[in-house]
């Protein structure tokens, strides 16, 4: 299971830290990821992360501003948001695996 939590409103250029918590599987071997979806639109990757945190990669529209990473010995993934914008408002789910295994999602609203 995945759980995603820490989502809430937020003003442009503010930040937000989310969490997804994992169990039932081996957490520590998979390639995870953060994955959002926008009112209205499909699902967009956002971020992954390696097995052991050595490597990470993001889409273009959050390079820069989101960062990535893990905590194996709490089953934990995160995502750290700094200067965050209107169009970052959207459901985030983290996931992993093919077919993907996508958990629940939290909610983040950024707007004035």
């Known amino acids: 299971q995945l759980q995603a939590f820490g989502g809430s409103l937020v003003q442009p250029g503010g930040s937000l830290r989310l969490s997804c918590v994992a169990s039932g599987f081996t957490f520590s071997s998979k390639i995870m990821s953060w994955a959002r979806q926008a009112p209205g639109k499909g699902f967009e990757w956002v971020a992954s992360?390696?097995?052991?945190?050595?490597?990470?990669s993001y889409a273009d529209s959050v390079k820069g501003r989101f960062t990535v990473s893990r905590d194996d010995a709490k089953n934990t993934l995160y995502l750290q948001m700094n200067n965050l914008k209107p169009e970052d408002t959207a459901m985030y789910y983290c996931q992993y695996g093919m077919p993907i295994v996508r958990g629940q999602g939290t909610l983040v609203t950024v707007s004035s």
């Open positions: 992360i390696t097995s052991k945190g050595i490597g990470t």
